[in-house]
C-alpha cells in the first residue's frame, strides 16, 4: 500500500498532512503547524497548530496548545486553546484547562481540570465548567 493512500485526505492545504514525531523522540520548545501533524512522542512547550493535531496513544505533551481540531488519545497537562474542537478519546488523559466552542469525550477518556466552553452561553460570553474525572 502506498503512503498516498494511507495518508489520503480530502483536497487543500488545511488537511494536507505535514508530518508526525514518532515514539521516542522528545522535543522541547515551540512548534508551529500548517496542516494535519500526528505527535507520537513526547513534547515540552507551546504548540500552534493551524489545523489538526493529534496526540496519538504514546504521545505526552505538556504545555501550551493553540489549535482548530485536537484530538487526544494520550496524555496532555496544561492548556488548550482551540477554535473548532477538542476530542478526548478513550485512552486519553487530560488535566490543565481546555477553551473551546465544543468538547467530546468518549467512554474511557478523562479530563480533570476546568473546561471554559467559548461562545457556549446565550449572551455569547464564555461558560466555564470545572470537570473531575471519576476514575
Known amino acids: 500500500m502506498s503512503w498516498k493512500r494511507i495518508f489520503h485526505r480530502a483536497k487543500g492545504p488545511a488537511a494536507d498532512w505535514t508530518g508526525f514525531i514518532e515514539r521516542g523522540v522528545r522535543i522541547e520548545g515551540r ?7 500526528r505527535i507520537d512522542g513526547e513534547v515540552k512547550g507551546t504548540v500552534v497548530s493551524e489545523h489538526s493535531l493529534i496526540l496519538a496513544e504514546n504521545a505526552k505533551a505538556e504545555g501550551t496548545i493553540e489549535g482548530n481540531l485536537v484530538s487526544i488519545s494520550g496524555r496532555f497537562d496544561g492548556i488548550i486553546h482551540a477554535r473548532g474542537r477538542v476530542d478526548i478519546h478513550a485512552k486519553g488523559i ?4 481546555i477553551h473551546t466552542p465544543c468538547l467530546v ?5 478523562v479530563f480533570d481540570g476546568e473546561c471554559h466552553m467559548i461562545g457556549a452561553s446565550p449572551s455569547g460570553k464564555t461558560l466555564t465548567i470545572p470537570i473531575r474525572s471519576a476514575r
Do not use: M
Not at 94 to 97: A, L, N, R, W
Not at 105 to 109: A, D, F, K, T
Open 94 to 97: 487530560v488535566t490543565g484547562e
Open 31 to 37: 512548534l508551529e503547524l500548517a496542516g494535519t501533524f
Open 105 to 109: 469525550i468518549e467512554p474511557g477518556g
